[in-house]
């Protein structure tokens, strides 16, 4: 069975960011291959590229962090970061996140489900309140 989401996986900058003074940011995410990964001690990957070069284009400088995902999550919740990664669209972020409107990535994930239970599961909904592959 294959699940295909749309992903914005660029960063949320609130509003507030975009003032005349800010010259720098900082864009936290969690390891999240090929998006968001530390190779000899760097953090590298598609959306530090995507990042780096917007931010070249509007003239502030932007360094990276990567924090675990429940450190990241409650610090998006609480308004603590002005940047993050790797986020899908969900009505429960909008309320602290500003989403670019064109999606920068489309993923697709494949769920493997044991023969013993395919009966189980034969449609999305079959799906509703199961933890699927936690990242943790």
């Known amino acids: 069975?294959?699940?295909?989401?749309?992903?914005?996986f660029i960063a949320f900058i609130p509003m507030c960011s975009f003032g005349e003074t800010t010259s720098s940011l900082t864009c936290y995410s969690t390891v999240y291959a090929p998006y968001t990964f530390i190779k000899e001690n760097k953090v590298?990957?598609?959306?530090?590229?995507?990042i780096n070069s917007i931010s070249k284009k509007i003239g502030i400088s932007v360094s990276f962090e990567i924090i675990p995902?429940?450190?990241l999550l409650q610090?998006?919740?609480?308004?603590?970061i002005d940047c993050a990664m790797a986020f899908l669209l969900d009505s429960e972020y909008t309320k602290n996140m500003v989403y670019m409107k064109q999606p920068i990535t489309i993923g697709e994930y494949s769920v493997f489900i044991k023969k013993e239970n395919k009966s189980y599961f034969k449609e999305l909904k079959d799906f509703e309140g199961k933890s699927i592959a936690v990242n943790r």
């Open 1 to 8: 069975m294959k699940l295909v989401y749309c992903f914005l």
């Open 44 to 50: 590298v990957g598609i959306d530090i590229d995507l």
């Open 69 to 71: 995902w429940s450190r």
């Open 75 to 80: 610090n998006v919740r609480k308004g603590n």
